[in-house]
């Protein structure tokens, strides 16, 4: 599946629609809520702040180390899909000759919309 994205084997409005705009929705909606999750539990603490000064893997709690560990996975995922999304994209819109300017504006609304997905769960 991966390699077919990365590939741009799919039509532009599919990669767009399904897997730009919805699978960059739901990926940032579920690490935003695990984001949520460990704000709560740090007691005012901003998460550069806390694992700049309080993290450590010695005498942590069960729930909070699940919470980092979930949530740094979660963001690896998000990165790596969206190198991948954007290639993806960017090949998928080479074959498209409907509209040069859906062509450019589906390449600049996709850059958009992951610099949307990393300000929001960062």
Known sequence: MFAKILHGQFELKQMFWKYGVWGLFIQTFILYLFRIFLIHKLNGLTLSQYYKTVFTFINMDNMMLFLTITYL??????????????????????????????????????????????????
Not at 84 to 95: H, K, V
Not at 101 to 121: C, E, Q, Y
Request: net charge positive; aromatic share 18%; glycine share 2%.
């Open 73 to 122: 996975t979660l963001l690896a995922f998000l990165t790596f899909y969206s190198i991948i999304l954007i290639m993806g994209i960017w090949r998928s819109s080479n074959e498209y000759d409907k509209s040069i300017w859906l062509r450019h504006i589906a390449r600049l609304f996709t850059l958009v919309i992951v610099f949307l997905a990393f300000k929001v769960v960062l």
